[in-house]
């Protein structure tokens, strides 16, 4: 039996026949670590989390011992259910593809982790986890054992405010500082001036430049040095890995210089490599912020939420503008926009939104509920206990759970050549060295390093998030407002496009309703205000805001059956609206018009008519979207506007009428397999299905809470003249990244064949690298920017 000290626990590591893994594995008695040995007295930690979860590194133990406090990790907790917690954690470490390949891929290291969603602009990960299987403390141990440990202020955590990572400008600075002292110290040498005193202290003045380049070598290129041995040890080999052969290549190669004599070495070209490639990295994390800024908190996309003034009236406001103490209205089917407290005696609430299961959770007056949830059944009363995070819900919205399969041709072409780059890369460094160096040894190590530097596909990577992060941004002031990058790709791809017609191709504002039958009386209308009061449906909105206000009444039961109507029971009396095969009434005119019929306590009451006022600009925008795509209006009315719309909208378009939810996702489904890209516009909760269903789904925005994990974009229902724009600048978009695609790989082509034949010096490379990035940043900025305005 062998042992020795766990580097984890301090336990002894004892190596047993009956957990032997590979016949060279040794498992600790306390941790359960597993460690692998290499050697009679080497025992290297290879750090298996299945068989050992919860084992805590030495240097951590016991630092995060304030996160068993239940108090503590509320406060810190985004979500929380009886089996699931949300945890979004601060990691400064973030800075590379394999970083996000481990942080996203966490489910295996740690039992009890169902997801974990990286944002890389803002260094965050979004842990999904059971607090029946983990907890937090163990999960932020596990993440220190790999080297990303987050940053918990608690100080700071009210403020929303977090920790500012300087340690890049401080590995900047240091790497300027060495890399001037040592051109100065070099300028003799470079000159070849044949002095008596410089030649007397040649050798004083080439240590001194190897002990200036320590600092640079050391700390400021530390960075490349992790990530490259983290890339290894997951088995990938990502851009750092060249880049940091090529450091420790030109210091090895320097310092057999000075030892033996032979020169002053490349400590020069190496600090200055060093600086240019971190200046590189700082001008691509300052692009990533303004980005990552402009993206969460100026595009406000526009959810319209009912706010309860202290009068008891009620007033449409934007998400944005709720604070805390505000008590908010929220009906059937309605996102809750933000943490709040339940006043309502009771509600279920459907938390798919936040974790992907769609289970009901009941919820009684005083408890607490989330950002995210959404309200089924009867309306209820909130009050708000923290203003809105437009970033979270940004990020609800973008959850994998909701994304659609789709095939990313540019990610799927930056993919491959990602993954062969480094290995090719490599392969033509060797093979190129093996060719100089029975020519030049001088020259041989200059290829070698220049080749490792000059050619890189961050510029490649770049494309595409710089792109469409850019149109994003520009979409967004527009006011189109997409869920994410994935979206612009598969807009550009539409070849068919499906209008609902009411609240879509129809304005909420301007029609004008009439009533038809039975006079109603004031207890028949109070009845049918509080019903109507908690749907969400467009013809609902309307005729609430047309009846006159009424006295609130308690809805003891309210049920909302989508593409039919509303039925609704109150102390008084039951109310059931909706159409008329809801209703089973019959009328000669009842397949004419667009009508709510009405029955109280189950008489047949009459019906509110609604005569449809159609968007501005909407006949000009079919007889421009004609010419490209196929265009279908698809609804769940009668035909009675069908001779009106023939009329309106060009000869090719397809009117399809009295379409049930199930029957529009049918269609829309009949489409795709028919081979088309379908784009859907709907008003969100009715269409929800057809919106799903479709390649792309946008809902139309007129003070209605649309916000739908179903929908793929929101318009603002000022903007529905311009959906040809749009799609045209889609497309336009990814012709920008096919476009800076070709200039980057020329970069790379042009680069390689000046390092491989001998005339590109490593610094000059090192320069060269970020400008490549410089360049395609600048090309798809300006190229968006450009596109954006030609209407």
Request: proline share 3%; glycine share 6%.
């Amino acid at each position: 039996m062998n042992t020795s000290q766990c580097f984890h626990c301090g336990n002894e590591i004892i190596k047993k026949d009956e957990i032997l893994f590979d016949g060279r594995s040794f498992c600790c008695n306390g941790c359960k670590t597993v460690y692998e040995i290499f050697s009679q007295n080497d025992l290297s930690c290879y750090y298996d989390f299945q068989s050992a979860p919860g084992a805590t590194p030495l240097d951590i133990k016991g630092k995060y011992d304030f996160l068993a406090n239940e108090e503590i990790v509320n406060k810190l907790l985004e979500f929380q259910e009886r089996t699931t917690h949300i945890v979004s954690l601060y990691i400064p470490h973030i800075h590379c593809s394999s970083c996000i390949w481990i942080l996203e891929n966490l489910q295996r290291l740690q039992p009890g982790i169902g997801a974990s969603q990286v944002n890389f602009p803002n260094k965050k990960v979004r842990i999904t986890y059971n607090p029946e299987q983990t907890n937090l403390k163990q999960i932020v141990e596990m993440l220190c054992s790999i080297g990303y440990e987050p940053y918990i202020s608690l100080e700071n955590f009210d403020e929303g405010k977090k920790k500012v990572d300087r340690s890049l400008i401080y590995k900047l600075g240091v790497a300027f500082f060495c890399f001037g002292n040592i051109m100065l110290l070099s300028f003799p040498e470079y000159f070849e001036v044949n002095e008596f005193w410089i030649e007397q202290y040649k050798g004083f003045f080439r240590w001194l430049t190897f002990a200036l380049s320590l600092p640079a070598f050391i700390y400021s290129a530390s960075g490349y040095y992790v990530a490259a041995w983290k890339s290894i040890k997951q088995g990938m080999l990502n851009i750092e890995v060249p880049i940091a052969l090529g450091i420790v290549v030109m210091f090895i190669r320097s310092t057999v210089d000075i030892v033996f004599g032979y020169g002053q070495g490349f400590f020069d070209s190496m600090c200055g490599l060093i600086f240019f490639m971190l200046l590189g990295k700082l001008f691509q994390q300052k692009t990533y912020d303004f980005l990552s800024f402009e993206r969460d908190y100026k595009s406000y996309f526009p959810i319209a939420i009912t706010k309860i003034l202290s009068n008891g009236t009620e007033e449409a406001v934007q998400v944005y503008d709720i604070k805390k103490g505000d008590r908010l209205l929220i009906r059937n089917q309605e996102l809750i926009p933000v943490d709040g407290i339940l006043i309502s005696e009771k509600a279920s609430i459907d938390y798919s939104f936040v974790t992907g299961e769609a289970v009901a959770i009941d919820k009684k007056s005083g408890d607490k509920i989330f950002a995210g949830g959404k309200q089924l059944g009867k309306v209820i009363e909130m009050e708000v206990l923290f203003s809105v995070s437009q970033s979270y819900l940004t990020q609800l919205w973008s959850n994998d759970v909701f994304q659609k399969k789709v095939d990313q041709k540019h990610k799927s072409i930056t993919d491959k050549i990602s993954r062969y780059f480094t290995p090719a890369l490599l392969l033509l460094s060797v093979v190129s060295f093996g060719y100089w160096i029975f020519i030049d040894v001088a020259t041989a190590f200059n290829v070698f390093t220049a080749i490792l530097i000059v050619a890189c596909p961050c510029a490649l990577a770049l494309t595409a998030p710089f792109t469409l992060g850019n149109v994003l941004r520009i979409l967004g002031n527009r006011k189109l407002y997409l869920k994410n990058a994935i979206v612009i790709e598969q807009l550009a791809k539409v070849d068919t496009i499906v209008f609902d017609k009411t609240g879509t191709i129809t304005t909420n504002k301007k029609t004008a309703i009439t009533y038809e039958g039975e006079v109603l009386n004031d207890y028949d209308l109070k009845l049918l205000k509080n019903a109507l009061r908690g749907s969400n449906h467009p013809l609902s909105r309307r005729l609430y805001d047309f009846i006159p206000p009424q006295d609130k009444m308690e809805v003891n039961h309210f049920e909302e059956i989508i593409g039919k109507g509303v039925f609704a029971e109150l102390d008084e009396g039951t109310v059931k609206l909706g159409s008329s095969q809801f209703l089973q009434h019959m009328s000669e005119n009842t397949h004419k018009k667009t009508k709510v019929h009405v029955e109280i306590n189950g008489i047949y009451k009459g019906s509110y008519v609604f005569n449809n006022q159609y968007r501005n600009g909407l006949e000009q925008l079919f007889e421009n979207l004609a010419k490209k795509y196929n265009l279908i209006v698809l609804s769940g009315d009668n035909d009675g506007e069908r001779k009106i719309l023939e009329k309106m909208l060009p000869s090719k378009t397809l009117l399809v009428f009295n379409q049930k939810p199930e029957q529009k996702l049918a269609y829309i489904d009949n489409l795709q397999k028919e081979g088309k890209n379908v784009l859907m516009i709907g008003d969100g909760l009715n269409d929800a299905g057809a919106l799903a269903q479709s390649n792309i789904g946008i809902s139309i925005s007129e003070n209605v809470n649309v916000f739908s994990p179903a929908c793929d974009g929101i318009l603002d229902a000022s903007q529905f003249s311009k959906i040809d724009f749009f799609l045209k600048y889609a497309k336009n978009a990814m012709i920008t990244i096919y476009l800076s695609f070709g200039l980057s790989l020329l970069y790379n082509v042009v680069g390689l064949s000046y390092a491989v034949s001998g005339n590109l010096l490593p610094i000059v490379a090192a320069i060269i690298m970020p400008l490549s990035t410089i360049t395609i940043v600048s090309f798809v900025t300006i190229m968006s920017n450009v596109f954006a305005g030609k209407k």
